[in-house]
């Protein structure tokens, strides 16, 4: 008896790693592809900005770094001008200045965080109007 509740949890445990092995979680910033066109922001930049600059510490809601928080829209959009300007050319937005590296960021240097193709699909979110969708 004691050899078959043994047995069940050494399943169940296996069958957990196994599917923990093959889930489509992302916990990795390298790992978001932006698309060339349409891009999601739900699906494709929260996820990035998240993993890339809204971790605890950095722009996460609560340790807010240089009153500045990514973690959602109106965050981006209304909480610090200029950040995310769609009006603008995405070149004069201060969020693809700090991945480009134009504008210094205090503590990391951000360009060595982040693939260029990922700021392509950064300026393309903006150019496409940096929707919420």
């Known amino acids: 008896m004691i050899k078959k509740v043994i047995n069940s949890v050494f399943i169940a445990i296996l069958s957990f ?5 093959n889930s489509n979680i992302v916990s990795n910033p390298t790992e978001i592809i932006f698309p ?3 891009i999601s922001y739900s699906v ?7 993993l890339s600059c809204g971790l605890g510490g950095c722009h996460s ?3 807010r770094a240089g009153n500045l928080r990514v973690t959602e829209y109106t965050y981006l959009m209304i909480e610090y001008p200029g950040l995310v300007a769609p009006n603008l050319p995405p070149e004069q937005n201060l969020l693809i200045q700090l991945l480009d590296g134009k504008v210094n960021h205090l503590v990391w240097d951000i360009p ?3 693939k260029p193709e990922q ?11 940096a ?3």
Request: hydrophobic residues 35%; contains cysteine.
């Open 17 to 21: 790693v196994a599917w923990s092995c």
């Open 44 to 50: 494709t930049v929260q996820p990035f900005l998240t």
């Open 36 to 38: 060339e066109k349409n």
């Open 61 to 63: 809601s609560e340790s």
């Open 119 to 129: 700021v392509v699909g950064m300026k393309q979110w903006i150019k496409e109007g």
């Open 112 to 114: 060595s965080r982040v």
């Open 131 to 133: 929707l919420n969708n």
